[in-house]
């Protein structure tokens, strides 16, 4: 199976998730969803306007990201995660992440994204989806476990 369609059907499994979560009150009405909520919304915020510092404010010290890459999963710490915004934002511009859905609770929270952007090199829009789940502690992001469709990524921009 290929990894775009093993990355098609993890989103579709966040999403039906999710929407069960909404429909059994979990969602919404137990937990201190509130908290891990905006702290990965304000994540993907820092992300979306490049902000290396805002990103790094919201990660605790001892950050892990396990981030599944083209060539397989990289444990990454939070200078490597600053690294990897400038290089994002000098390939990309006009980027937004778009939070499509979120469950938190007992401090994690995961979410379906959708990141749109303009290739610098190409000129080409492009649109991608992930998975992202996030561990916080004391308001901060101590690990995060994210899966992006690069491939398809890739193909939009006749990179593959």
């Known amino acids: 199976m290929s990894r775009a369609v093993k990355v098609a059907i993890g989103v579709a499994l966040v ?5 069960l979560a909404r429909r059994l009150g979990d969602y919404s009405e137990h937990g201190d969803h509130g908290d891990s ?3 990965l919304r304000a994540y993907y ?5 490049g ?7 919201l990660l605790a010290e001892g950050y892990t990201g396990h981030v599944h890459t083209l060539s397989g999963t990289d444990d990454q710490d939070a200078k490597t995660v600053a690294a990897r915004i400038k290089s994002h934002q000098s390939a990309f511009d006009h980027v937004e992440y778009e939070v499509e ?3 938190s609770r007992n401090g994690e929270a995961a979410a379906r994204l959708t990141m749109r952007a303009r290739h610098r090199e190409t000129g ?5 989806t992930g998975l992202s789940i996030l561990r916080i502690e004391d308001g901060r992001i101590a690990e995060e476990w ?3 469709d690069y491939h398809g990524l890739a193909a ?3 990179l593959e």
């Open 15 to 19: 999403g039906a998730v999710v929407s």
């Open 51 to 57: 902000d290396a510092d805002g990103v790094r404010d």
């Open 146 to 148: 994210s899966s992006w």
């Open 124 to 128: 080409k829009n492009a649109k991608t």
């Open 101 to 103: 859905d979120v469950v």
């Open 45 to 49: 915020e820092a992300w979306s306007s």
């Open 156 to 158: 939009q921009l006749g």
């Open 37 to 39: 909520e905006d702290v």
